[in-house]
């Protein structure tokens, strides 16, 4: 069967949709499966196109056996609203474009959302090939934005909503990755057969992760503790309650070799932190930047916790994909960040929970861990035993692909 998967963003990008069909189209081509994936060249989170890409509108690449289609796409280090608009809108276009004129069979299209862009070339390729869509639907837009007061235009909300009901209408199933998506499905009558895949982890690429980073090695020993935080640095992450916490538990350990703070990642937000690092005076606060996944895996096992922060809002279903990588990893969790996954942190006793934003409760959870390894490491294993059982992406894998092959048309 020829899979041909739709997503804007992919290896060696960082964020859940990459990893996400990274993991999957490798497990599948194991099965004797062919992937193909059109995206987009290389730009999140920081807004910059590698100079192997710049100035073209179509490369070929092929990764672990995965034919990989790139299409244009308009990027801007800015990140302004209209940079993230037009990038969205010639990736649509772009991608649209390659898809109409290819002659390639494909047995089905799978297209990942947000951003919602993508059923686009979804649509037209179901369309054009006669072949059934799967929206693998990984947060609810416009719902989503609307909730988190990231999007108030009311012509784009009625298009986005319009556009969504026309990926559902045409799909022949609907995946997510939480149960509380499913149910906000199921109430809105959404008349399809819905799926939960949930998001996981490559549980033998952190097994086997060796850290061999020189600048992360150095900044490991210069300190007694560390703690880590690895992602985008986006609004919604809410990242400064990080920051803030380092600087009242300075206050505290007058040692400044005691603990550490590692952020790695890039986003709109990087400037604000670093600038409210200055602000605090917070020296143990190091933001590195990007680095490649096999870093990110083995810095998060030698940490002595990992932070997973986002801000208030009012969806309660969304499940940070970090959490699962964080788990694999053995090490526990800071976890400020509510929703769905805030009860699967408590209920496995897999890490220290404060509330969104809660500056004062992440100093007791961060102090808590410096001062007894013995609790962190049990609730690292307890996270890490619980992942492997039930989030690893290899059977997650299997289990969508045997969705996939009993829908109607492959039965």
Known sequence: MHILVISQHYYPEMGAPAARYYDFSKYWIEKGHKVTVVTAFPNFPDGKIDKKYKWKFLQK?????????????????????????????????????YLIFNRIRYDLVIATCPPPNVGIPALIVK??????????????????????????????INFLTWLEKKIYSNSSLITVVT??????????????????????????????????????????????????????????????????????LNEKYQNQKKFGVILIGDGSERIKIEQLKTELNTSN???????????????????????????????????????????ASNRPLLFSAGGEAEEIVKNIQAGLI????????????????????????????????????????KNLAIHFLNKIINLKNYD
């Open 354 to 393: 404060s509330p969104p934003e809660d500056v004062n409760r992440l100093v007791i959870n961060m102090d808590k861990y410096i001062s007894d390894k013995k609790l962190a490491d049990e609730h690292g294993k307890n996270g890490y035993v619980f992942c492997k059982n039930n989030f690893d992406r």
């Open 285 to 327: 606060v190091h933001i590195l930047g990007i680095k490649p996944k096999e870093t990110v895996f083995s810095s998060l096992k030698k940490a002595r916790a990992i932070l997973i922060t986002l801000k208030r809002r009012k969806d309660r279903h969304t499940i940070p994909s970090k959490i699962y990588e964080s788990m």
């Open 61 to 97: 690449e092929k990764i672990n056996n995965v034919n990989i289609i790139r299409t244009y796409i308009w990027a801007s280090p800015k990140l302004r609203f209209i940079d993230k608009t037009l990038g969205y809108i010639t990736f649509t276009i772009s991608s649209s474009l």
């Open 179 to 248: 149960n509380g998506k499913k149910e906000n499905l199921i109430k809105r009558e959404i008349d399809k057969p819905i799926e939960v895949i949930s998001n996981g982890v490559d549980i033998d690429a952190i097994d086997t992760a060796q850290l061999e980073d020189v600048e992360l090695i150095k900044l490991f020993s210069k300190y007694e503790i560390n703690f880590l935080y690895a992602g985008v640095f986006n609004p919604s992450q809410g990242l400064s309650v990080i920051v803030k916490a380092t600087k009242i």
């Open 127 to 156: 369309k054009i090939k006669k072949i059934p869509l799967i929206v693998d639907m990984r947060d609810l837009w416009p719902e989503g934005l609307i909730n988190s007061g990231r999007l108030k235009n009311k012509y784009i």
